[in-house]
């Protein structure tokens, strides 16, 4: 090869690795924009899953002890034992 031809070769390979480094950083900030969405998705359904627990009752907080005493626990799982078996309830 003589010299022309190797500055012609580096020049393909320099427009090829700019093409390259383009193409990389676009997949990457795809790639953020997707974990993003995933974590937001995530989170999304995790508050969906413990409102409904906490709107069917099936636990009052996700975050520590429960503040009620507990006669008023007591009673709640009563009520619940009751509806459990009432029919008419």
Known sequence: ?????????RDELIRDNEWMDGLIKEKEDELWELKVRSIAASELARSAMQSAMRTAGIVDSFYGPSTQSSDNQTNKSVEADHNKSCFLC
């Open 1 to 9: 090869m003589n010299l022309e031809k190797l500055k012609q070769r």
